[in-house]
Nanobody
Framework: QVQLVESGGGLVRPGESLRLSCAAS????????LGWYRQAPGKQRELVAV???????DYSDSVKGRFTVSKDDPKNTMTLQMNSLEPGDTAVYFC?????????????WGQGTQVTVSS
């Protein structure tokens, strides 16, 4: 059974950093399109960043310059380094892995990890 497991969430103050991790089993990150998404209370899920099998990364404008995605294909792990966090970054963060021909929103999802940015 395919599993994606996120970790690393928590409560931080504005301006601080967090590093989220996504670990997968029974799938190969090297051939999949990977993504970080987030969903704030009362809002729709939104894309944070997506990385294709070649390692090309696209970030949403709201996190560009503050967040960095990396992946380790042999280990089937992906990380999201979040710096200069803002209250608006508060959300449940999910990792996603989908085949390159699948539409956004499909594929495999983790259970999510809560990130709260508050003073």
């Amino acid at each position: 059974q395919v599993q994606l497991v996120e970790s690393g969430g928590g409560l931080v103050r504005p301006g601080e950093s967090l590093r989220l991790s996504c670990a997968a089993s029974r799938i190969a990150f090297a051939v999949l399109r990977l993504g970080w998404y987030r969903q704030a209370p009362g809002k729709q899920r939104e894309l944070v960043a997506v990385v294709d099998p070649r390692g090309n990364i696209d970030y949403s404008d709201s996190v560009k310059g503050r967040f960095t995605v990396s992946k380790d294909d042999p280990k089937n792990t992906m990380t999201l380094q979040m710096n200069s966090l803002e209250p608006g970054d508060t959300a449940v963060y999910f990792c996603n892995a989908r085949r390159i021909w699948e539409e956004e929103g499909l594929g495999y999802w983790g259970q999510g990890t809560q990130v709260t940015v508050s003073s």
